[in-house]
């Protein structure tokens, strides 16, 4: 029997998804403001180790700094420009800290889905750095976050460092021995590209007890048939598109 899913189907992709700028405390506003229960986003070190929120391992297409983002320590990484890239509207908005987010989330009442994303080198560090301080952030909560990532080499340290938060194993198309590596990784769930997606293995990955998400899903129409596969939630960057209450 597959326990239900016990939070919100419909995530917010990098926070406010299309609507805000990625990975910013604006965006995770946003989500929250529209109704939403839960966001993703993305967390990489700085230089000086602290967890932030940010998608490349380089500043230049997010911020309106250069150069890579392991090299900035992050008073540096704070006083950068996170939001003009995105719009006039949100000029000002800066690079938040895992620590903020967190703290914002828990605030606003949001469900979170922390994918640790570490630059290249930084796989076991960043996993440790992440889980410490996500057990710090939700420790004795009710609601706990969702620790995710594309390297299973973070996913083990985060396990070895917060072996109670959930872990969910993370990957672009479902390759063979995907099973063995996330039950290796003891994770509770497996989030995938839901382009590559069959419903034969949205059988496959439920029938062997995991919980099943997808990303980006930013067509109704693809959100409709997943969860008819019976796909436990969705990351979306279309949050005018699709509701909260879509699922
Ligand atoms: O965690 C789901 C999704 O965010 C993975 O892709 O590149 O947007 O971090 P990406
Ligand atoms: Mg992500």
Same mark, same amino acid.
């Given at each position: 029997?597959?326990?239900?899913?016990?939070?919100?189907? $419909?995530?917010?992709?990098?926070?406010?998804?299309? #609507?805000?700028?990625?990975?910013?405390?604006?965006?995770?506003?946003?989500?929250?403001?529209?109704?939403?229960?839960?966001?993703?986003?993305?967390?990489? #070190?700085?230089?000086?180790? $602290?967890? #932030?929120?940010?998608?490349?391992?380089?500043?230049?297409?997010?911020?309106?700094?250069?150069?890579? $983002?392991?090299a900035m320590p992050y008073a540096r990484l704070a006083s950068l420009d996170a939001g003009a890239w995105f719009s006039p509207e949100y000029r000002g908005e800066r690079v938040p800290s895992f620590e903020e987010a967190g703290k914002l989330c828990a605030q606003l009442g949001l469900w979170a889905n922390v994918e640790i994303k570490p630059a290249r080198g930084f796989e076991r560090e960043t996993g440790v750095a992440v889980a410490k301080l996500a057990l710090e952030l939700w420790g004795g909560a009710s609601i706990s976050p969702l620790l995710s990532s594309f390297e299973p080499a973070s996913l083990e340290a985060a396990r070895a460092a917060a072996p109670g938060l959930d872990r969910g194993y993370l990957t672009d198309r479902l390759g063979s021995g995907w099973d063995e590596a996330a039950r290796a990784l003891g994770c509770v769930s497996v989030h995938c590209n839901c382009k590559y997606l069959t419903e034969g293995q949205a059988d496959e990955v439920r029938g062997a007890g995991y919980w099943l998400l997808c990303y980006t899903v930013n067509e109704p129409v693809i959100a409709r048939r997943l969860f008819s596969w019976g796909i436990d939630a969705i990351f979306t960057d279309r949050l005018d598109l699709i509701p909260p209450d879509f699922a």
């Open positions: 029997m597959h326990r239900t899913w016990p939070h919100p189907r $419909v995530v917010c992709h990098r926070g406010g998804g299309a #609507l805000a700028p990625e990975n910013t405390l604006a965006g995770i506003r946003k989500a929250a403001a529209m109704g939403f229960g839960g966001v993703e986003f993305d967390v990489m #070190l700085s230089a000086d180790k $602290v967890p #932030l929120l940010i998608h490349d391992e380089t500043l230049d297409r997010t911020t309106n700094g250069r150069g890579s $983002v392991t």
